[in-house]
């Protein structure tokens, strides 16, 4: 007796899609219309991976042969470095992964997807997602699944910005009310390139406090150029007088907002232009009734920082990766204590010679 799943594979095609106009409305329209779609599965961060860090990608598109309907897709880069080889979904984040109508496109997808590692020398394929995958597609694709990094998100809903003010702990009430009483000012950027450059210098700065390797220019004066436009992406910046203090770069989807990018100088902590420019963001937010504030996701070992995000009434929680092959797990963490030496390295770096240095070796950590 035939096989009714096999069945169902043999009418799924798995393709690779071009730079025509139709695939590119097929990719976008299936995944504005997917439940568990992110914006990191847009088309405009293939373009800005690819240009900013030179990646080479495949994004997946599975398509039944009988009707040509689009049941699934998946984005892959090849991310290399002098320690690994690893085919990721996506660099960077912490999501993105795949998409799938059904078992079966699940099935020809992730295929695919073991044939290009394979292809391409890949010590292992990584894929990032919010959700857990089917307990049995786990098993029957021999993927290994780890719970690590800790992801932050606020659901207003239910909130306006007065009740949510009064919920927020004592201390965290107080400095915004220093914040304020010491005139900072919450403001976007007159002109999208002005933003990115002050936001590059407070980034810079930032990165150095951390002893972290920061993204080139480049990647953010790409990230404007194709999201900026859409209005999948505002900067906002935090002024004193005539000086800026804190800037941050926040990534729309639909009613979803995410917490990409911070920055802030450290010998103004004492104004406490953070607490003040996360409250600001979300009043914004609320304003504009966004549902859902995503503060990302850290390393367990990032203790002081996922207590800074618990503080603006987060839920915490641990979200899946699923690998095939042998993971090297700490690569992409910045926390890990194989890069201990070169935190205290870069920490003493001036900042032009970071940028210069962290030009070079970002994209190595994807």
């Not at 997808?109 to 044939?115: Q, S």
């Not at 690998?323 to 963490?333: F, I, P, R, V």
Request: with cysteine.
């Amino acid at each position: 007796m035939p096989n009714p799943n096999l069945a169902a594979q043999d009418n799924i095609v798995v393709r690779v899609i071009s730079d025509s106009e139709e695939d590119q409305r097929l990719w976008q329209e299936y995944i504005l219309a997917h439940p568990n779609s992110t914006i990191y599965h847009s088309l405009g961060w293939k373009r800005i991976f690819e240009k900013s860090f030179g990646y080479r990608s495949w994004y997946l598109l599975a398509q039944t042969v009988t009707d040509n309907r689009i049941v699934g897709c998946l984005p892959l880069f090849l991310v290399t470095s002098p320690l690994s080889r690893r085919l990721v979904s996506v660099p960077f984040r912490d999501r993105g992964g795949i998409l799938w109508d059904s078992p079966e496109s699940f099935t020809t997808l992730i295929t695919k997807g073991k044939d290009i590692a394979r292809e391409m020398k890949a010590a292992f394929l990584e894929l990032k997602s919010l959700n857990q995958y089917p307990a049995d597609l786990v098993y029957l694709h021999s993927l290994q699944e780890r719970y690590y990094w800790i992801r932050s998100y606020i659901d207003l809903r239910p909130l306006d910005i007065d009740t949510f003010f009064q919920k927020l702990g004592s201390k965290t009430r107080n400095m915004i009310r220093q914040a304020t009483k010491s005139s900072l000012t919450f403001e976007e950027p007159e002109n999208v390139n002005d933003g990115v450059n002050l936001w590059y210098s407070l980034y810079l700065e930032t990165q150095k406090t951390l002893g972290l390797p920061p993204f080139p220019l480049v990647f953010f004066r790409n990230m404007a150029a194709e999201l900026y436009p859409t209005n999948e992406l505002k900067f906002f910046l935090v002024r004193r007088g005539h000086d800026y203090l804190a800037a941050t770069i926040i990534l729309l989807q639909q009613k979803v907002a995410i917490y990409g990018y911070s920055a802030s100088r450290k010998d103004s902590q004492g104004f406490r232009p953070n607490d003040f420019m996360l409250f600001s963001v979300i009043k914004w937010l609320m304003a504009r009734g966004f549902t859902e504030f995503d503060l990302g996701s850290d390393s367990p070992q990032q203790k002081s920082l996922l207590f800074f995000k618990k503080k603006w009434l987060t839920r915490q929680e641990a979200i899946p990766i699923y690998t095939w092959g042998k993971a090297d797990y700490g690569l992409s963490d910045s926390s890990d204590r194989r890069y201990d030496m070169i935190r205290e390295i870069f920490s003493y770096l001036p900042p032009n010679i970071l940028g210069l240095v962290g030009a070079r070796i970002a994209k190595y950590f994807g």
